[in-house]
């Protein structure tokens, strides 16, 4: 009888340990998808109205960021 428990308790620790493993490859895999997404759209603020746009979508001009050429245009003096 103490050897079915002792079965058991292996069985028991074999699913906790599939258990942990399994959730340690979803955070794995959450971060995996999570971080590309905050590389491929930094977000700059346009100097003018103010509106935040994507980085590869802004204008630069004399190193100040602007959401589109009308705002550039209108802010050249
Ligand atoms: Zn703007």
Avoid at 45 to 59: A, G, Y
Wanted: proline share 5%; with cysteine; glycine share 2%.
């Amino acid at each position: 009888m103490r050897i079915l428990l002792f079965l058991l308790l292996i069985f028991l620790l074999y699913q906790l340990w599939r258990f942990s493993e399994l959730r340690a490859k979803m955070i794995r895999k959450k971060t995996v998808k999570t971080q590309p997404k905050i590389e491929a759209h930094p977000m700059v603020q346009c100097q003018r109205c103010e509106t935040f746009v994507p980085k590869n979508e802004s204008i630069d001009y004399k190193g100040r960021a602007f959401c589109g050429e009308k705002c550039r245009d209108e802010s050249r003096p």
